[in-house]
C-alpha cells in the first residue's frame, strides 16, 4: 500500500538520497587514504567527493578545517534534501535536526550561565541544529529570562515543558539537562515515527524503531558506564534512560541499579547483540578501562563505543534495503556524520604521524 | 722584569710582606674551595642536563599519546568539546607547590606538581556518548603537564646553575690567573727590594768602615811624620837627607790609597 502514492511526494527525495548515499566512501577509498602520506594527499583523495568544498582549503590544512568542510557539504546536502520535502517527510526531517538543536542550545545555555557573550558562540554551533530563532536565544543575559521567553518559543519546547524548570538549568549540570532533552526528543521521535498516519505500519516506522531503539540502548548504556566515578545518583541516573528501546524497561532497570561494569554487563545480558559487544570489550579493556581504545593500551582491541558505531552503521546500511521509506534520509545523516569522523581521524593519524592506528576509522561499504 | 708592573702597589717593607703572604695564603684557600664547589655545581648540572635530556625526549612522547587521545575525543563525540569543557571547569586540579633546594650554596627552585581529590568538574562531560574517552583524554594531559612541570623545573635550574657555575668559574680563574700571580709578584718585589736595600747598607756599612781605618791611617801618617819631625829636630843637620825622604813616602801612600779607593 505505502509503494501506492510514496512516490507521489516523496520519490524525488528517495532518489536523491539513494545518489547521496553511492557517494559515500567506500572501503577502498578508505584504503587508499590510509596510504597517504599528507593532508594534502589526503585532499587529493578526497578530491572526487568533495571537491568544490575542499578547494577553499590552503595546502596542508588542519585537522578541524577540514572537518568543517566535509561537514559543510552534508549541510548543504542536507539542506538542498529538506527543501524539496514536504509534508510528513519535512516534518521526518525537522525531527533528525532536533537532535543537533539539543546540542546547540546546550551550548547556548552553558553560555548565559556563564554570562559570556553568547553571539561569539553562534559560530560553534552545529549547522545542522540552526533554526530561525536561535539567535534570539543570544538576547537573554540570565536563565530565566532564557527559561521563560525564549525556550519556549524553540521547536525544543515540548522538551523542556514538564522535565525541567528554570531552577533546573540553573542548578542541574549542562550535561544533565542535555541528556533530559535527548531522551525526551528520542521518546517524541520514537512515538512520531510510530504514530503518524503517514508512517504507523510503514517500513518507515520498522527501521526507524530499530535504529531509535538501538540509539536509547546506546544511550543508556554510556550514561550508566560514564556515570561511574560521577555524582550523578542512581536515581537521576535512570530518569535519563529513555523509556523505550529492547533493554527497556528490565535492562533498563538493571542498569540503573548497576555499580560497576560487571553490572552494566549482567543488564544488558538479555540482548545478544550487545551481550557480544561487552564479551569483545571485557576481554579488550576489563573492568577497569571498557571502552578501551586509547592511551595505547588498547590498540588493536575494539573500544565499546567502536562497536556500537559499528552496528550503528550497519543498521544504517540496512535501511537502504528497503523502499519507499524516511529512514533512509537519517541513515543517509549518520553515515555522513561517520564518514566525516572517519576522514578527521584519518587526517589526525597522518597529521601526528601515528599510522599505526589509522585503521581506527569504521566503513561499510 | 716582566711581571714588575703587575703587582700591587705598595712599599717594599717588611710589615706589607707580612701583609701579601697572608693575601697569597687566603687566596689559595679561597681557590682550592671555590674550585671544590664549581666541581660540585658542575656535577650537578651534568646531572640535570642528562634529565632535561630524558625529561625533553619523555615529553615528546607523552603529547603525541595526549594529542592522540584528544583525536580520539574528537572521533568519539563527533564534535568539539573545548567550549564545555573550558565552561564547566571552575578550579585548578592539577597545582604545583615551588620549593628550594640547596646546592652548594645555590638555591635551585624545584616545583612539585599534585593532584587535588576530589575535584572533578567535567565528569559529565560525554555522559551521552565519549565520555571514557574525554576521562582518559585529561588523565593523559594530566600526565604530558606533569612531564611538563618536571622539565620546566629542571630547565630554571639548568639556567640558575649555568649562571652561577660561570660566576665561580670566573672567580676561580681570577684568583688562578690574577690574584694569585700578582700576589707572588708583590712579595718577589718586596724580597728583591728588601734585598737591595740590606745590599746597600751592607756597602754603606762597609765603606763606613772604610773610611775610618783610611782616616786612622791617614792620623797615624801623621802622627807618625811628626814623631819623625820632632825626632828630625832632635837629631840635627846630619839627618837632612832621610827627612828629604819622608815626604816621599807620605805621598807614595797617599797614591796607593788612591788605587785601593779605586778598585775598591
Known amino acids: 500500500m505505502e509503494g501506492l502514492l510514496f512516490n507521489v511526494n516523496n520519490g524525488y527525495i528517495e532518489g536523491i538520497v539513494r545518489g ?114 536561535m539567535p534570539v536565544l543570544c538576547v537573554a543575559t540570565n536563565i530565566e529570562e532564557l527559561y521563560n521567553s525564549v525556550l519556549i518559543e524553540t521547536p525544543l519546547a515540548p522538551y523542556f515543558k514538564g522535565s525541567l524548570s528554570h531552577e533546573d538549568l540553573d542548578e542541574l549540570n549542562i550535561e544533565i539537562v542535555r541528556n533530559t532533552l535527548y531522551k525526551n526528543y528520542l521518546e517524541d521521535f520514537y512515538n512520531f515515527v510510530n504514530t503518524h498516519p503517514d508512517m504507523a505500519g510503514t517500513p518507515t516506522a520498522e527501521v526507524m524503531s530499530e535504529i531509535l531503539e538501538f540509539e536509547a540502548d546506546r544511550r543508556a548504556i554510556n550514561i550508566t558506564l560514564n556515570s561511574f566515578g560521577t555524582e550523578l545518583t542512581k536515581e537521576k541516573r535512570k530518569k535519563l534512560y529513555p523509556s523505550f528501546g529492547q533493554l527497556y524497561p528490565e535492562g533498563t532497570l538493571m542498569l540503573s541499579r548497576a555499580d560497576d561494569f560487571e553490572g552494566v554487563r549482567l543488564a544488558v545480558d538479555g540482548v545478544s547483540d550487545y551481550r557480544q559487544f561487552f564479551e569483545a570489550a571485557g576481554l579488550g579493556g576489563g573492568p577497569g578501562g571498557p571502552g578501551n581504545m586509547g592511551g595505547g593500551s588498547g590498540a588493536d582491541g575494539r573500544s565499546l563505543e567502536d562497536m556500537f558505531y559499528q552496528k550503528e552503521m550497519e543498521i544504517s546500511k540496512g535501511a537502504f534495503t528497503r523502499q519507499f521509506t524516511y529512514a533512509i534520509v537519517y541513515a543517509w545523516v549518520k553515515l555522513r556524520e561517520q564518514e566525516i569522523r572517519n576522514i578527521t581521524w584519518i587526517a589526525e593519524c597522518i597529521a601526528q604521524n601515528q599510522k599505526e592506528r589509522i585503521n581506527n576509522y569504521i566503513s561499510v561499504f | 722584569m716582566s711581571g714588575a708592573s703587575d703587582r700591587e702597589a705598595v712599599f717594599p717593607t717588611r710589615q706589607s710582606l707580612g701583609i701579601m703572604k697572608a693575601k697569597l695564603k687566603g687566596a689559595e684557600t679561597g681557590h682550592s674551595l671555590l674550585k671544590r664547589k664549581s666541581e660540585a655545581l658542575t656535577k650537578r648540572f651534568r646531572e640535570i642536563t642528562r634529565r632535561i635530556d630524558e625529561a625533553k625526549r619523555k615529553m615528546g612522547r607523552v603529547m603525541q599519546i595526549a594529542s592522540l587521545s584528544l583525536a580520539e575525543v574528537t572521533y568519539a563525540v563527533g564534535g568539539n568539546i573545548g567550549y564545555q569543557i573550558q565552561e564547566s571547569a571552575k578550579s585548578a586540579r592539577f597545582r604545583i607547590r615551588a620549593k628550594q633546594e640547596n646546592v652548594s650554596g645555590v638555591l635551585l627552585p624545584a616545583f612539585e606538581s599534585y593532584l587535588t581529590e576530589g575535584n572533578n568538574d567535567f565528569a559529565m562531560t560525554g555522559l551521552g556518548k565519549g565520555g571514557q574517552q574525554v576521562q582518559r583524554c585529561r588523565e593523559t594531559y594530566a600526565r604530558a603537564v606533569e612531564a611538563l612541570v618536571e622539565l620546566a623545573s629542571l630547565q630554571t635550574a639548568f639556567v640558575i646553575l649555568d649562571e652561577v657555575i660561570k660566576v665561580v668559574n670566573r672567580r676561580v680563574n681570577a684568583i688562578e690567573h690574577v690574584i694569585i700571580p700578582r700576589t707572588e709578584n708583590t712579595i718577589k718585589y718586596i724580597n728583591s727590594e728588601l734585598d737591595e736595600l740590606d745590599r746597600e747598607e751592607f756597602y754603606r756599612l762597609k765603606k763606613v768602615a772604610n773610611k775610618k781605618a783610611r782616616d786612622t791611617a791617614a792620623a797615624d801618617a801623621e802622627m807618625k811624620e811628626k814623631k819623625a819631625q820632632q825626632a828630625l829636630l832632635e837629631n840635627g843637620q846630619e839627618n837632612q837627607a832621610p827627612a828629604a825622604d819622608g815626604p816621599d813616602t807620605t805621598t807614595d801612600i797617599l797614591a796607593a790609597e788612591e788605587d785601593e779607593d779605586v778598585i775598591f
Not at chain 1, 548543504?76 to 533528525?96: C, I
Not at chain 1, 542550545?105 to 533554526?131: Q, Y
Open chain 1, 20 to 133: 547521496y548515499r553511492n557517494g559515500l566512501l567506500t572501503g577502498t577509498n578508505y584504503t587508499n587514504m590510509t596510504q597517504c602520506e599528507s593532508i594534502d594527499d589526503l585532499k587529493l583523495q578526497l578530491g572526487p567527493a568533495y571537491g568544490d568544498f575542499l578547494a577553499s582549503l590552503p595546502p596542508n590544512p588542519s585537522t578541524s578545517s577540514l572537518a568543517a568542510k566535509t561537514t559543510d557539504k552534508l549541510v548543504s546536502e542536507f539542506r538542498y534534501v529538506r527543501a524539496n520535502a514536504v509534508g510528513s517527510l519535512a516534518k521526518f526531517m525537522d525531527y533528525v535536526t532536533y537532535g543537533y538543536m539539543i546540542d546547540n542550545i546546550a551550548l547556548l545555555i552553558t553560555g548565559t550561565l556563564h554570562e559570556r557573550d553568547t553571539r561569539e558562540l553562534l559560530d560553534r554551533c552545529h549547522p545542522l541544529g540552526w533554526f530561525e530563532t
